[in-house]
């Protein structure tokens, strides 16, 4: 999606309404099904002092079964509107391939409007859970749109008074290579660590969620300052779920089939560039394009928003450095784990995985 607004962005594409709210819904089923995963397949244990979901559903076996149909919602929005429920196919510059017919959404919403009730029991029982006391000294940045909780379209902003366009990132957003990873690092330009995601959303666009996804935040005690205490992010992405199915549904209940599934292509573009940030369910996700006339890719740059969050992973494990120095390794390596687990960083990354070493002196 990134990619298509980039190049769109870079020919003077303008998609229609309708294919803007596909997309939107596109991006419902990949944030339901993304963070609803990590909530309790991955983060969830952590908290309850389990080794992984297996245990967690032998303890707590209906909270387990109802994520899991709140994830299959998810996948079942993704698969019926992208062609398969993992990395779509059906997307493409100006819209779709093929635009779904109006009964094949509308037999989606049983399913969603069950799971959107699932999604307010699965946040209450999170919002239950102990939370450890942290609160950093970081820069929250999203991307925001003055009428709608941000997706795809809108300026970048920060909690520090950011404000750019997609085509100004660049001059604010630099990666760095740190001898100790072979990740690069994004920081903003002289502004030191900045944080993407779930918890930048909320506080910068807390406001745009829709009555019921605050009803449910309002009830699990979520507040836009939530975003300063990290291990207080799987009750943002709680909140995120419940908007995301209450968006779909709107969207679906509201959905008339467009006459075209895409705008028309340009034949023979001139010589651009095009920039794009859409909200990956992770954070803020970057792509920019050098275009040769005719539409030749001879430059590309892509800052995914785990590169971004790196630094306050980092931040927080060294201030974590002597609580884990006081504990068993085994402890700290699991503490150490959970403090990486609430950035989401990706599914490899946030599982059983951390090599600790301690050097006592």
Same mark, same amino acid.
């Given at each position: ?62 909270? =387990? ?10 996948? *079942? ?31 989606? +919403?049983?399913?969603?409007? *069950? ?27 999203? &991307? ?46 002289? !502004? ?9 959303? &909320?506080? +910068? ?38 908007? *995301? ?10 959905? =008339? ?12 573009p001139p010589e651009s560039r095009g920039c794009a940030i859409t909200e990956a369910p992770r954070g803020s996700l970057y792509h920019r394009y050098d275009l ?8 590309? !740059? ?8 790196l630094p306050a992973i980092e931040d927080d494990l060294r201030g974590s450095a002597r609580i884990l120095a006081s504990l068993p390794e085994d402890a700290a ?29």
């Amino acid at each position: 999606m990134s990619s298509c607004h980039a190049i769109e962005a870079a020919w003077g594409m303008r998609p229609g309404a309708a294919v803007r709210e596909l997309r939107r819904l596109l991006y419902c089923g990949e944030w339901i099904e993304s963070h609803v995963l990590h909530m309790v397949m991955l983060h969830a244990p952590d908290f309850l002092g389990v080794p992984d979901v297996m245990t967690l559903a032998a303890q707590a076996p209906e909270r =387990v079964r109802g994520a899991l149909r709140v994830k299959k919602a998810g996948n *079942a929005i993704v698969a019926r509107l992208g062609g398969r429920e993992i990395h779509p196919v059906n997307v493409r510059l100006g819209g779709f391939h093929r635009a779904p017919e109006v009964a094949e959404l509308r037999g989606l +919403l049983p399913e969603l409007v *069950a799971a959107r009730e699932e999604a307010e029991a699965l946040l209450d029982w999170c919002a239950g859970f102990p939370f450890p006391r942290r609160e950093r000294d970081v820069e929250l940045v999203a &991307l925001c749109h003055p009428d709608e909780y941000a997706m795809n379209q809108g300026r970048w902003r920060s909690t520090r008074g950011l404000d750019v366009s997609a085509d100004e990132v660049e001059t604010q957003l630099v990666e760095e290579q740190v001898p100790w990873s072979t990740a690069l690092h994004g920081r903003l330009r002289g !502004r030191g660590v900045h944080l993407t995601g779930p918890q930048a959303r &909320l506080a +910068l666009s807390f406001d745009r969620l829709s009555p019921r996804a605050l009803a449910a935040a309002a009830r699990a005690r979520v507040t836009p300052r939530d975003g300063l205490n990290p291990f207080r992010s799987i009750l943002a992405r709680g909140v995120e779920v419940v908007y *995301a199915l209450d968006e779909a549904v709107r969207i679906i209940e509201g959905y =008339v089939k467009p006459a075209e599934a895409a705008a028309d292509v340009p034949g023979s573009p001139p010589e651009s560039r095009g920039c794009a940030i859409t909200e990956a369910p992770r954070g803020s996700l970057y792509h920019r394009y050098d275009l040769a006339e005719g539409g030749v890719i001879r430059a590309a !740059r892509i800052v995914p928003p785990t590169t971004q969050n790196l630094p306050a992973i980092e931040d927080d494990l060294r201030g974590s450095a002597r609580i884990l120095a006081s504990l068993p390794e085994d402890a700290a390596r699991a503490r150490a784990e959970h403090a990486i687990r609430n950035y989401d960083p990706c599914i490899s990354c946030a599982t059983h995985f951390l090599k600790l070493r301690v050097v006592r002196s």
